[in-house]
């Protein structure tokens, strides 16, 4: 069992950035597929980012390729998203979520594969 808590998500003014935490309990974090993704009012949910277990291999949606970075600590349990460049559409509660499978790229944006997933994190990108 998984479980996974956000932190760092708050109102910022467009152009700004942020850096959102994930903090993970339990073992095997290391052999875990983490993601970003994020929902927002009246919308479904997206896929923001992923990064395989190792994180040597990372992807991105498109629309967050370039101003995002998706990273993790296995030493500390931690993924992390550093949000540059925020655009008011960027205004979504962002969720950390964990998958238990080895890292296929293809994969990586099914938010129906991630296994756990954290409570979510409001980041509100005033313009």
């Known amino acids: 069992q998984v479980q996974l808590v956000e932190s760092g998500g708050g109102l910022v003014q467009a152009g700004g950035s942020l850096r959102l935490s994930c903090a993970a309990s339990?073992?095997?974090?290391?052999?875990?597929?983490m993601g970003w993704f994020r929902q927002a009012p009246g919308k479904e949910r997206e896929f923001v980012a992923a990064?395989?277990?190792?994180?040597?291999?990372?992807d991105y949606a498109d629309s967050v390729n370039g101003r995002f970075t998706i990273s993790r600590d296995n030493a500390k349990n931690t993924v992390y998203l550093q949000m540059n460049s925020l655009k008011p559409d960027d205004t979504a509660v962002y969720y950390c979520?964990?998958?238990?499978?080895?890292?296929?790229?293809?994969?990586?944006?099914?938010?129906?594969?991630?296994?756990?997933w954290g409570q979510g994190t409001q980041v509100t990108v005033s313009s």
């Open positions: 979520a964990a998958a238990q499978w080895s890292w296929v790229r293809s994969y990586a944006a099914r938010g129906s594969l991630y296994d756990y």
């Open positions: 339990g073992r095997g974090f290391s052999t875990y597929v």
């Open positions: 990064i395989r277990g190792s994180g040597g291999s990372a």
